[in-house]
């Protein structure tokens, strides 16, 4: 399977959803890309998982209003973005 062929399957778009289950869906797939990368996530890279019409920095503000108070959170590093343990947490 080619790389056009894989991107015809995962779908970006959703446009059958409502708008608002689309950025829910948008945001775990930008946490769960940051969550899966060893490497910070630049904002091209971040566009691949949910398209380039949307706001990345508009659904990281979101996902780290999220985690707020929680023992994870999202950090600008490197000139990308990484998913790690807040640093209250750190051994």
Do not use: N
């Not at 991107?7 to 890309?33: G, H, I």
């Amino acid at each position: 399977m080619g790389a056009s062929e894989r991107d015809v399957l995962f779908v970006r778009e959703l446009v059958d959803l409502p708008l608002a289950l689309r950025w829910c869906e948008w945001m775990l797939r930008v946490k769960a890309a940051m969550f899966t990368s060893a490497e910070p996530l630049i904002l091209e890279t971040l566009a691949r998982v949910v398209g380039t019409d949307r706001s990345i920095d508009l659904l990281i503000d979101d996902l780290q209003a999220e985690l707020h108070d929680r023992p994870c959170e999202i950090v600008a590093v490197a000139g990308g973005w990484q998913h790690r343990s807040h640093s209250a947490y750190d051994p």
